[in-house]
């Protein structure tokens, strides 16, 4: 499988480590995130691709990961940033599980209601 180079992200910021980029970013230097997406790109879609068995779904939580990491920013406690990545990505599919699963229910009790009320009439 052929892959682009990453000219954009070589250099002295991927010899920091991920505490040191996060630290830049929340600092205003954007360019410290991408480095950190890259990072952890193959292995954090890797493992959303396995839990949401779509690709669709992949790339929708894969950029909702990183949005929560850019709000949660603030709140990392500076110990182990990837088992914090992996908490909030394991913790987005949790709520996304609830939600569909909610959904569905919802869906599955209309059909049963719509059966219950032609089976009366």
Sequence with gaps: MYEQPREKHC???????????LEAY???????????????RRMLYGFILDMTG??????????????RVM???????KRNFRGWLM???HNLL???????RSTVSLDA?????HTFASARQ
């Design 11 to 21: 250099g002295p910021s991927m010899d920091k480590t991920d505490e040191e980029l």
């Design 26 to 40: 929340l600092k205003g230097q954007s360019e410290a995130l991408a480095v950190l997406v890259e990072r952890y």
């Design 54 to 67: 779509a690709r669709e779904d992949a790339d929708e939580v894969f950029q909702e990961v990183w949005l």
């Design 71 to 77: 709000r949660k920013a603030r709140l990392y406690r």
């Design 87 to 89: 908490r909030l990505t």
């Design 94 to 100: 949790i709520d996304r599980a609830r939600t569909r």
């Design 109 to 113: 009790m209309d059909q049963e209601l």
